[in-house]
Structure formats: structure tokens, C-alpha cells
């Protein structure tokens, strides 16, 4: 009896630790479409990062654009930009955008056949389970999970204080849905890849009651707001899919994108037949190309509405700083 009950006393620690720990409120930051201007802009990058690196977040996440569109693909660029991610302290999450291969045909970006750079930065930047920055995080790699989906090693997910966050390449230049038809089956694949992704995700914050989701990619879906119907969109089918899982799901959900460059914290998901929006939904647009400069979230797991959000707005960095 004794044993027993000494288990039993032991077993209820660890789950009053587990319970705490699951309770605890953590920060971390969302930049990204940076830097636009090189060399000139390399200064203001570091000096972003190195704020990053004093406010200490959990972790970075990078929404896609590590270049503008007109810079060149290289592969010495590319290299560059992971030895920029590997300054940041804590553990740095990458998302592709589509600077860096979708557009990369244009003559400006070194008329690369867009499909071999995106080969080319899977093998750069996802070569193994971890993320970048100096203190590597694990990450789950829908690679590993599927191996129908072997080839999307950028597709990742992690949990932090009961919150997913889910990684999803959605790139901007609707998605590659467009140019000619090695693109178009480039977009198919990889938007059944995605789907599929998506739906594990809402799954899994059903099944093991997860607090909330978040989840982060490049593009602006909502630019024009006609990418949820228009046929032509290469949106649609991901916007109806989050659109479905948020309205049954009910939980928190934050989706972070940069794309347009300016910030932008509102509720443009809308219910499936569009006439609602879902107010269980916020979105963040992280600011980017001239705008060098970043938001912390806050995330408190025991709040109702567990995101709140803190520009970082370095005046050095600002283009016209107040005197």
C-alpha cells in the first residue's frame, strides 16, 4: 500500500508540473521579407536581429521573402541568408516565400528554372529535423510522416505550452498557380501536400486538446479578397480548408504571413460560404521590404484570447524616425 501510494504522490507531481508547464505564457517573434536592398540593408538586419537576440522570444519564425524578387536566386545568396538565420540565439523557424523560386525565371533573379531552385533550398535549408538558429529546435516534418509526401520537407509542426504551430509553403505569385504547366503541377502536388497538412494539424488540436494553432507561411492570401472564390486563385482551396476546420473546431487560431509588407492584425477569414467572419481567427501581417522590423506575440495559454502582439519598431531602422 505504501508503494502504491508513494506512485500515486509521484504520479500527481507530474501532472501538477505538466499542468503548469502547460499553463506558462511564452513570447516569440515573426519577421520576414528581409533584406530587400543589400548592402545597404544588411545594417538594419543585423541590427533587428541582434534586438531579436536581446529580447530572448522562445523562438523566430521567418515568413518567407529572404530577398526581394528583382535580386538574384544564387546559390551563394541562399548560403548567405542561412548564415544570417544562424545568428539568431534561440532556434529560428523558416518559411519559403516565393523570392527565393518562384520567381526566379525573371531575368533580374538570374532566369533559373524555378523548379531546380526550390530542389536546391529544400537541400539548403531542411536537411534534418532541426530548425535553424544557434539553439536548434526539433521539429516533426511531414516527410517523416508520410512518405507520400516525402519531397515536402518544409512542411513542419512543433508544440509549445499546448499551441501548434504549423508551417505550411504557401508562397506568394498566387501560390505558383501560374506561368506555364510545370508550375501548375508543381502548384497540384504541393496544394495536396498542404491540404493534407492542414487537416493532420486541426486533427491533432482535437484530439489532444491543444490550447490553439498557429499557422505561419509567405503569402498574402487575402490580397485582393476574392482569392477564396475566384477559380483562378491558386488560394482558394486552402482558404476553404481552414475556413471549414476553424469553424468546427472553435479554439484560437492565429494565421502569420508577410507578402504585402505592412502590419496588419484583423479577422479576414471568413466562414466557408463566406457571409461570417470567424472571429476564433486573427491574422497578422508582418511588416517587411523597407520596413525592417518585427512583432513579438505573446501567447497565454490560460487566457480566452491567447494572442496579444508588441511591434518592434527600432528607430534606427525607421526610414523617417521622429527627432
Known amino acids: 500500500m505504501n508503494i502504491r501510494r508513494h506512485k500515486l504522490i509521484f504520479l500527481g507531481l507530474i501532472f501538477g508540473y505538466a499542468c503548469t508547464s502547460f499553463a506558462q505564457s511564452f513570447k516569440f517573434v515573426a519577421i520576414g521579407d528581409m533584406p530587400y536592398n543589400p548592402p545597404k540593408d544588411y545594417v538594419r538586419y543585423e541590427r533587428l536581429i541582434t534586438e531579436i537576440n536581446r529580447l530572448k522570444p522562445s523562438f523566430t519564425l521567418f515568413i518567407g521573402d529572404t530577398k526581394s524578387g528583382s535580386s538574384n536566386c544564387s546559390d551563394?545568396?541562399?548560403?548567405?541568408?542561412?548564415n544570417y538565420f544562424n545568428q539568431f540565439n534561440g532556434p529560428l523557424i523558416y518559411s519559403v516565400g516565393d523570392n527565393e523560386w518562384t520567381d526566379c525565371h525573371r531575368p533580374l533573379a538570374g532566369?533559373?528554372?524555378p523548379l531546380e531552385r526550390l530542389a536546391r533550398l529544400r537541400q539548403t535549408f531542411f536537411q534534418n529535423k532541426m530548425s535553424l538558429g544557434k539553439q536548434a529546435l526539433q521539429l516533426t516534418r511531414q516527410s517523416d510522416l508520410d512518405p507520400q509526401y516525402s519531397k515536402f520537407v518544409e512542411n513542419s509542426s512543433f508544440v509549445k505550452n499546448g499551441?501548434?504551430?504549423v508551417n505550411?509553403?504557401?508562397?506568394?505569385?498566387?501560390?505558383?498557380?501560374?506561368?506555364?504547366?510545370a508550375a501548375k503541377a508543381e502548384y497540384?502536388?504541393?496544394?495536396?501536400?498542404?491540404?493534407?497538412?492542414?487537416k493532420r494539424a486541426f486533427e491533432l488540436a482535437s484530439t489532444n486538446q491543444y490550447v490553439?494553432?498557429?499557422f505561419f507561411y509567405q503569402a498574402d492570401m487575402f490580397y485582393t479578397g476574392k482569392e477564396p472564390i475566384d477559380p483562378e486563385s491558386g488560394y482558394r482551396d486552402t482558404l476553404f480548408s481552414?475556413?471549414?476546420h476553424a469553424e468546427e473546431l472553435k479554439k484560437p487560431i492565429l494565421l502569420i504571413h508577410g507578402d504585402s509588407h505592412r502590419l496588419i492584425i484583423d479577422q479576414p477569414l471568413k466562414t466557408p460560404d463566406q457571409k461570417h467572419a470567424l472571429e476564433n481567427v486573427l491574422r497578422l501581417q508582418v511588416m517587411g521590404a523597407e520596413l525592417i522590423q518585427g512583432v513579438e506575440i505573446e501567447v497565454?495559454?490560460?487566457s480566452e484570447q491567447p494572442f496579444s502582439f508588441t511591434p518592434i519598431l527600432l528607430k534606427q531602422n525607421m526610414l523617417h524616425p521622429s527627432p
Open 188 to 198: 497540384r502536388e504541393r496544394n495536396q501536400a498542404n491540404l493534407s497538412w492542414i
Open 111 to 113: 532566369s533559373y528554372d
Open 76 to 82: 551563394e545568396f541562399n548560403q548567405l541568408v542561412k
Open 300 to 302: 497565454d495559454p490560460k
Open 168 to 181: 505550411v509553403h504557401i508562397p506568394g505569385s498566387n501560390n505558383n498557380f501560374e506561368r506555364d504547366e
Open 163 to 165: 499551441v501548434l504551430f
Open 242 to 244: 481552414l475556413s471549414k
Open 212 to 214: 490553439g494553432l498557429i
